[in-house]
């Protein structure tokens, strides 16, 4: 029985720490992105939600993969911290190299929405391979 209490606290723990890793980045994303992706997902916007959905499971893939990797918490919390930063640079560059993002995604342009949660989808990919 005590190695199920162990399990479950230092699943609870790793959890814990994996769901506030991926609340901040969400948090940070939100604050550099210039229009608000929630209020136009709610609104129906699709270019927003793809690409929203995109940055999530960009970054929750390397997120996972430092929690399966890491032999403790401060390691894990580390690599999710280092897979956070990653994912929000690439969206700086990406904003960089498509200066029209800034109108594309509030105007609903589809394209641009699939481009950005390819590319973040792509990169959480590879962040995840280079997670030790």
Not at 18 to 25: P, R
Not at 48 to 65: D, E, H, K, T
Not at 103 to 121: N, V, W
């Amino acid at each position: 029985m005590e190695q199920i209490l162990n399990a479950l606290l230092n699943f609870a723990l790793y959890f814990g720490v994996a769901i506030v890793l991926i609340v901040a980045f969400l948090v940070l994303y939100a604050l550099i992105t210039p229009y608000d992706e929630l209020k136009l997902v709610r609104a129906g916007n699709t270019a927003a939600a793809i690409s929203l959905s995109g940055a999530l499971i960009g970054i929750v893939l390397p997120v996972a993969f430092a929690v399966v990797s890491s032999h403790n918490i401060v390691t894990m919390l580390l690599w999710g911290g280092v897979a956070c930063v990653v994912q929000l640079v690439v969206f700086l560059v990406a904003r960089l190299l498509m200066p029209q993002l800034n109108q594309d995604i509030p105007a609903d342009r589809i394209a641009t929405g699939i481009f950005l949660a390819a590319l973040s989808l792509g990169v959480g990919i590879i962040n995840s391979a280079c997670i030790l």
